[in-house]
T-cell receptor, first 112, second 112 residues
Framework: KQEVTQIPAALSVPEGENLVLNCSFTDSAIYNLQWFRQDPGKGLTSLLLIQSSQREQTSGRLNASLDKSSGRSTLYIAASQPGDSATYLCAVGSNYGQNFVFGPGTRLSVLP | NAGVMQNPRHLVRRRGQEARLRCSPMKGHSHVYWYRQLPEEGLKFMVYLQKENIIDESGMPKERFSAEFPKEGPSILRIQQVVRGDSAAYFC??????????FGPGTRLTVT
């Protein structure tokens, strides 16, 4: 059974810092991995999708990497802004099913 | 192309009533997923449907919960005889294939 963890659970940084969020999964037989952000009381916004054959994806100030063999993905946010404050969720799609298994999230606060 | 639509956004039901949650996928998407987010918990998969078929319902409670995705119209998640423990945010996602999932804004169900 796939289990997904995220470290740290919460992070507070001053504006302008570069930061890294970590996601770990126990079963390396994954189909894909997707990073989302969730604002309080809102839905999920897709940030980046990495297929199992890919090593990284980039979108603007965001870069996500995937290392299947070690069961890890990282989300790198460059030059953080207060508007980046949200909960960041990692979701893993397995080869055996169609659904995502979500991590518990990292709650990010970027201070002005 | 409008995003995934869910209605109602907020639903209040008394214990024992029925709750019906609707999800209209993005145009051209035939895969629909339902997830539940309990207070202070992560997102958990409930059911995966394609048009007129339930593909995976391994995350659905065995009793009181059902889902459908008819040939015409939205996908419906139905909860019969609601209890306080059903209070949660219910999210629907759609995809055109087994790739990226696009989430709706969610329905927040409160059982009084």
């Amino acid at each position: 059974k796939q289990e997904v963890t995220q470290i740290p659970a919460a992070l507070s940084v001053p504006e302008g810092e570069n930061l890294v969020l970590n996601c770990s999964f126990t079963d390396s037989a994954i189909y894909n991995l997707q990073w989302f952000r969730q604002d309080p009381g809102k839905g999920l916004t897709s940030l980046l999708l990495i297929q199992s054959s890919q090593r990284e994806q980039t979108s603007g100030r965001l870069n996500a990497s995937l290392d299947k063999s070690s069961g890890r993905s990282t989300l790198y946010i460059a030059a953080s802004q207060p508007g980046d404050s949200a909960t960041y969720l990692c979701a893993v799609g397995s080869n055996y099913g169609q659904n995502f298994v979500f991590g518990p999230g990292t709650r990010l606060s970027v201070l002005p | 192309n409008a995003g995934v639509m869910q209605n109602p956004r907020h639903l209040v039901r008394r214990r024992g009533q029925e709750a019906r949650l609707r999800c209209s996928p993005m145009k051209g998407h035939s895969h629909v997923y339902w997830y539940r987010q309990l207070p202070e918990e992560g997102l958990k998969f409930m059911v995966y449907l394609q048009k007129e078929n339930i593909i995976d319902e391994s995350g659905m409670p065995k009793e009181r919960f059902s889902a459908e995705f008819p040939k015409e119209g939205p996908s419906i998640l139905r909860i019969q005889q609601v209890v306080r423990g059903d209070s949660a945010a219910y999210f629907c996602a759609s995809s055109p294939d087994r790739g990226e999932q696009y989430f709706g804004p969610g329905t927040r169900l409160t059982v009084t």
